[in-house]
């Protein structure tokens, strides 16, 4: 498959995810152009990338595919910015929740290929489960192009506009729940004598079997967690699932009324 040309507008943590997948997947970079207004981090990406090109922000929106790789709060001025250089034949890519097609198209109204994806950060390693968006009348044959390239971040699904936030939610803001417990976990089997690999690979094993057996097993949910008689910190689920509650629909209600 040809690489189409990209632009990366912002070269933040997304950005470096994406382009260390392609990396991974010996993509030609040199077909991509990043801007940020910070130096520093544009620097950083080229010596991690170099066959990257770090342009300016005309450059940049002026390549066939357009990612937008900004944090919501500058995504529409950043929009006015690039109005008179983005056009009906640009591949305009959101990565961010919050900011609907509506919005986005009453900046850039000439847009007829817009796509809006939730992005995973396991997508570095090309193993993310990412969920994207199209709108209703992109060409089908681009379509498949950009899908094909997103098949090397890893898996990528279509859903509707109304379900991105859901996603952000459950599956990219995901690892954020569950990374530190098992950085604890391993930390204590070193205390208790393990050597670090041994630790790690104990809690990595363990969780890799328990996804499995949770969701392949054809038990009920309460028939798997019967499966071990003790629960040291069993005492604490509730409190935990009132954590999840608050926290995560809080921030889902953030997500959809904000404007």
Not at 96 to 103: G, N
Not at 215 to 223: G, H, I
Request: with cysteine; hydrophobic share 40%; net charge negative.
């Amino acid at each position: 498959m040809k690489t189409p040309s990209i632009g990366f507008i912002g070269g933040g943590r997304i950005t470096r995810i994406l382009l260390q997948a392609f990396a991974n997947k010996k993509i030609n970079l040199i077909q991509a152009t990043v801007y940020d207004i910070n130096a520093e981090v544009t620097g950083k990406l080229k010596e991690r990338f170099p066959d990257i090109h770090i342009g300016t922000l005309e450059e940049a929106a002026s390549k066939k595919i357009v990612i937008l790789c900004l944090h919501p709060p500058v995504i529409m001025e950043t929009l006015e910015k690039i109005a008179t250089i983005v056009s009906s034949e640009t591949v305009l890519g959101s990565l961010a929740p919050k900011i609907s097609s509506e919005k986005i198209l009453s900046r850039v109204p000439q847009i007829t290929r817009l796509v809006r994806m939730i992005p995973n950060a396991t997508s570095i390693i090309n193993e993310g489960y990412n969920p994207i968006w199209f709108k209703p009348d992109f060409p089908s044959d681009e379509k498949e192009i950009i899908l094909q390239m997103l098949d090397f971040l890893g898996t990528s699904l279509e859903v509707e506009e109304k379900e991105l936030e859901a996603y952000a939610i459950i599956s990219a803001m995901a690892p954020t729940y569950f990374w530190f417990q098992w950085k604890k976990l391993a930390e204590l089997g070193q205390e208790l004598g393990l050597d670090q690999r041994h630790a790690n690979e104990a809690v990595l094993q363990s969780m890799y079997g328990a996804l499995e057996t949770y969701y392949n097993a054809q038990m009920s949910p309460e028939e798997v967690m019967n499966l071990i008689p003790v629960k040291p910190i069993g005492e604490h689920e509730k409190e935990i699932e009132a954590i999840y509650d608050q926290k995560l629909k809080e921030l889902y209600q953030k997500i959809k009324s904000w404007d």
